[in-house]
């Protein structure tokens, strides 16, 4: 089945089988690599991508729903060349190690900053609470945040 | 370096992380590339006594199936040759792969491997290492459940005279300690992605923590020169050991070969989990003699390491933990006998200290019971014990540049443990 949905400001069309996942016709179809496969059980954050605004993993979102709606990823940050400032303070902040979970991390903290421009501590940890990072970098990726806020 | 001490310097590949631009190997695509799933039996431990990949062969959209058939020298390892590509006789672990097909997407791939006929006889597994030791347990590989060392059961390291020093200690303890299996739980699960050239030549793209260790193994389960396959390491996405062997490749280059088409395989999560290497759960009975004072006198210790169905690794960790057996600490009289033994659960291997971070609960542990028996400050007992150049390791290394004492004195001080 055919679905339009609207990617990173700019209008797409698939083709996907009822049963596909976000990930999948991301990552497969249209060559969004960044959204990652971790779990694809919702459990790992990997995958996050905003939808209409919303965080969500895409590993639980079934294409055809997304039909008309707005899909942002990483690639959608990037305005005019310019990358975001959650982009650049969590490299500057050695809020990367692996990388593998970074693109849903930058997700899930545009997603709290989105709807609240003056986290505290707590607020932090709690958005990012669905977003595994293995190399155990969460220290370093608060800081990061706390430099955009502060 | 003023250039660099004191100043943040972000890492060089930290802003294609953030920006989703780093290359790992799921996120290779070539033209025509085919997925690869496993056909498994769900037991730990049975007898293959037929596949039948008839069915699956026919499924549209799979392009090849393998079994052992297809694997030129099936049986690879570090340092014993017993672990299969495919198995051909026995199931050893709960998972094993026994049948790989490629197919052009996955969910056909799926489809194909459950159609694949595995006929087997169940046979009693053994889980416990310490049960997989007595005999008339059950064989996990024909010939014994305990791995040898150069023709003896058990790796064994004596220093000074362990009985003597026992008869000059104040006071004897003695504790068997357990730990538990660790996955490595990387974000990446595992994947590899072959292809083979017009000229059989094939470039494997992997994650893999150890690339010439996978190319001199890859050319020997193919039986080609080393010349022949190229490995691209690509970006790790979290390896802590987990990645050091090979996992995927073999299947993914024999796949590519019979073929002719790029292969990815990439594990699921479930198959990180039952398949993946782990850290070894190991049991360590340990015995220490000391003085009043806290100065340590003589340890005997047995150690078992679980090293799953095969050995890989196995006496590679056992040999690597016998110098760092009692951490950083001088014990002039030891005897070690540290056994490696088969059970039928997945494949232990390397993970962050590898073979080492175990011994460690056990050597510590003993360490604080001995500060409260002589009524020492914990600090004082270890402090007491430092290795120090000059000193001997069980396995007679002996040690220059020993840097321990001032690193304890830096923590002492940053952690204002006198104050607390």
Redesign the interface.
């Known amino acids: 089945m055919e679905v339009r949905f609207v990617l990173n400001g700019t209008e797409v069309k698939v083709d996907v089988k009822p049963t596909a996942i976000l990930t999948d016709i991301l ?2 179809k249209l ?11 919702g ?2 954050g ?1 995958c996050a991508v905003l939808l209409d605004g919303e965080l969500v993993n895409s590993c639980l979102v079934l294409a055809p729903t997304v039909a008309g709606k707005s899909v942002t ?3 959608g940050l ?1 305005v005019n060349g310019e ?1 975001d400032i ?3 303070r ?7 190690q ?6 849903g991390m ?1 997700m899930a903290i545009k997603a709290l900053l989105n709807k609240n421009p003056k986290p505290s501590e707590a607020e932090i940890r709690r958005a990012i609470s669905g977003n ?4 155990t970098g969460y220290q370093k990726i608060v800081e990061a945040v706390q430099s955009i806020t502060a | 370096m003023g250039k660099v001490i004191g100043h943040r310097i972000p890492l060089y590949d930290s802003y294609r992380h953030t920006t989703g631009q780093t290359r790992y190997v799921d996120d290779i695509y070539l033209p025509g590339m085919l997925y690869v799933k496993t056909a498994k039996i769900p037991v730990p431990h049975a007898r293959i006594l037929n596949i039948d990949t008839t069915a699956a062969e026919r499924v549209a959209g799979v392009a090849g199936v393998i079994t052992h058939k297809d694997v030129p020298n099936n049986y690879w390892g570090a340092f014993v040759q017993d672990q299969p590509v495919l198995p051909d006789k026995f199931v050893r672990f709960l998972g094993q792969p026994v049948v790989a097909v490629a197919a052009v997407d996955e969910d056909t791939a799926y489809e194909a491997v459950d159609k694949v006929k595995i006929d087997y006889e169940e046979l009693t597994p053994v889980f416990d290492p310490e049960e997989a030791m007595h005999p008339g347990a059950p064989e996990v590989h024909e010939g014994g459940n305990i791995a040898k060392f150069g023709g003896y059961d058990a790796m064994m390291v004596r220093l000074g005279d362990v009985e003597k020093g026992f008869a000059e200690s104040d006071y004897i303890i003695e504790h068997k300690f357990r730990t538990a299996m660790n996955e490595h739980a990387f974000l990446e699960p595992h994947c590899s992605v072959a292809e083979a050239d017009a000229s059989g030549h094939i470039t494997i793209y992997t994650a893999s923590q150890t690339t010439s260790w996978h190319q001199f193994l890859i050319c020997g389960v193919l039986g080609v020169p080393i010349n022949t396959v190229r490995i691209v390491s690509s970006p790790t996405g979290g390896g802590f050991g987990g990645k050091s062997n090979p996992a995927t490749e073999f299947v993914c280059a024999i796949l590519a070969r019979k073929t002719g088409k790029p292969v990815k395989w990439r594990w699921t999560r479930e198959e990180e989990f039952l398949i993946s290497t782990v850290r070894s759960a190991d049991i360590m009975w340990m015995k220490t003699g000391f003085k009043k004072d806290g100065t340590l006198v003589a340890r005997k210790i047995r150690y078992i390491q679980d090293t799953g169905a095969y050995n890989d690794f196995g006496t590679y960790g056992m040999m690597k933990l016998t110098s760092q057996i009692n951490g950083p600490y001088r014990i002039p009289n030891v005897w070690f006998d540290g056994y490696v033994v088969y059970t039928n659960k997945q494949v232990t291997g390397p993970m962050r200290g590898y073979s080492i971070t175990q011994s460690v609960s056990a050597n510590e542990t003993q360490m604080e019971i001995i500060a409260e028996i002589t009524g020492l400050d914990p600090i004082e007992v270890r402090m007491k014990n430092l290795l120090q150049d000059g000193d001997i390791l069980p396995t007679q290394q002996v040690l220059e540049a020993v840097g321990v004492r001032e690193t304890l004195e830096a923590v002492i001080k940053a952690s204002g443990w006198y104050n607390k």
């Open positions: 990552r497969d060559g969004v690599t960044s959204v990652k496969k971790g779990c694809e059980t459990d790992c990997a990823t990483v690639e990037i990358i959650i982009q650049k969590l490299a500057e902040y050695h809020g990367t692996c990388g593998y979970c970074t693109p930058v595994l990072c293995r190399c």
